[in-house]
């Protein structure tokens, strides 16, 4: 199970999803179609889930909702530059893994209230 452990992660082709339909079709399980296109069974079922509409998994559709996600990832950045330093100076200094998760360290910082704190999703995606 070396589901590409050494290569670099790269997207699902067009080609692939169309594999991917085509096995569905057949009624093949996640697991052999992620062990024929040498990828984990989770990446597959996250593809399928994503990309289905109307209850089935159609390839040509799969591949511009992919696009579409790929050119709308910019706009969860921050897009003022100054408008959360304060925040990004706290959330850094706050910030541990360990002990303080990042829902944690969020609301700490937002008991202050002249901090400008971003929403959570746009933190996670940050």
Known sequence: MNYNKNNKYKHINEVERSYIK???NRNKS?????KKLDRSPSTI???IKRNT?????????????AKKRHRHKYYFRFLLPNKFDKFTELF??????KYYGVKATLHEIKKD???NCP???TIYNW
């Open 113 to 115: 209230p002249n901090i």
């Open 30 to 34: 996640i697991r052999s179609i992620a």
């Open 92 to 97: 850094k200094n706050k910030y541990d893994k």
């Open 53 to 65: 509409s109307l209850g089935t998994y159609d390839p040509i559709v799969a591949n511009i909702k």
């Open 45 to 47: 079922m996250r593809e």
């Open 22 to 24: 085509f096995e569905l």
């Open 119 to 121: 929403s959570l999703r």
